[in-house]
């Protein structure tokens, strides 16, 4: 997705030989991508159009709406829904550099104060 988003409309051959020319693992097979690719065609993120004896595959949804429905689902999902949970994790993952980690905890304060004085 992260590639069609930047490029646009692309078939598969063109997504597979820029993820096999990026990518530090074993090969993709033609056969893997096209699976992925129509499965995320039938979920609604693509449509498909045929072009010669290809298809061409174009984001239906744009990465900013995609982003923010995922966060809003994992948000729901591991934090019963709570901003401060989800924020209070964060605060405290050691692969955020610690000035950032210090940010999100001065913002869960924050929040804090809005609630008790609100």
Same mark, same amino acid.
């Given at each position: 997705? =992260? *590639? #069609?988003?930047?490029?646009?409309?692309?078939?598969? $051959?063109?997504?597979?030989?820029? /993820?096999?020319? &990026? %990518?530090?693992?074993?090969?993709?097979?033609?056969?893997?991508?096209?699976?992925?690719?129509?499965?995320?065609?039938?979920? =609604? *993120? #693509?449509?498909?159009?045929?072009?010669?004896?290809? $298809?061409?595959?174009?984001?239906? /949804?744009?990465? &900013? %709406?995609?982003?923010?429905?995922?966060?809003?689902?994992?948000?729901?999902?591991?934090?019963?829904?709570?901003?401060?949970?989800?924020?209070?994790?964060?605060?405290?993952?050691?692969?955020?550099?610690?000035?950032?980690?210090?940010?999100?905890?001065?913002?869960?304060?924050?929040?804090?104060?809005?609630?008790?004085?609100?």
């Amino acid at each position: 997705m =992260h *590639f #069609l988003w930047r490029r646009g409309p692309a078939t598969v $051959h063109v997504v597979l030989d820029h /993820i096999n020319q &990026t %990518s530090g693992s074993a090969p993709l097979a033609y056969t893997t991508v096209l699976t992925v690719m129509r499965n995320l065609s039938r979920r =609604h *993120f #693509l449509s498909q159009q045929p072009q010669g004896r290809s $298809h061409l595959f174009t984001p239906l /949804i744009d990465e &900013t %709406s995609y982003k923010q429905g995922m966060l809003r689902q994992l948000r729901k999902d591991l934090f019963a829904g709570e901003v401060t949970g989800l924020l209070q994790f964060l605060s405290n993952d050691d692969e955020i550099e610690a000035s950032k980690r210090e940010h999100i905890a001065q913002t869960i304060k924050s929040l804090g104060q809005l609630q008790t004085h609100g």
